[in-house]
């Protein structure tokens, strides 16, 4: 069982910057490529950016040059730094952990998400 908690989301004029982050606990072996994920109102969930156990990291197109993702493996979290935000950045911002439990059991965690307002 792994469990995630975010934090940082609130209202932003565009322009501005926020800080999320996501800290998993509870027992498991490894945990591969976390990341977060958005979902607007009316669209399908997207992908923002993961980063993977060595650094490895993957963007979403939209924010590409504005936002970072880094991780800090010992305390088993990810920080998003958002820059430059805009309006379509408006979303719930999902963490996503895919967590190795055992040797042969895996399984995908989702955090319950934190709401992202950027006001123009």
């Known amino acids: 069982q792994v469990h995630l908690v975010e934090s940082g989301g609130g ?10 982050s ?11 490529a976390m990341g977060w994920y958005r979902q607007a109102p ?29 991780r800090n493996n010992a305390k088993n979290t990810v920080y998003l730094q958002m820059n430059s935000l805009k309006p379509a950045d408006t979303a719930v911002y999902y963490c996503n ?3 190795r439990i055992t040797l042969s059991y895996s399984y995908d965690y989702w955090g319950q998400g934190t709401q992202v307002t950027v006001s123009s």
Request: with cysteine; aromatic share 8%; glycine share 14%.
């Open 22 to 32: 996501c800290a998993a606990s509870g027992r498991f072996f490894s945990i591969n």
């Open 97 to 99: 952990a895919p967590a």
């Open 11 to 20: 209202l932003v004029q565009a322009g501005g910057s926020l800080r999320l």
């Open 42 to 70: 009316g669209k399908q969930r997207e992908l923002v950016a993961t980063v993977s156990d060595v650094g490895s990291t993957n963007y979403g197109d939209s924010v590409k040059g504005r936002f970072t993702l880094s």
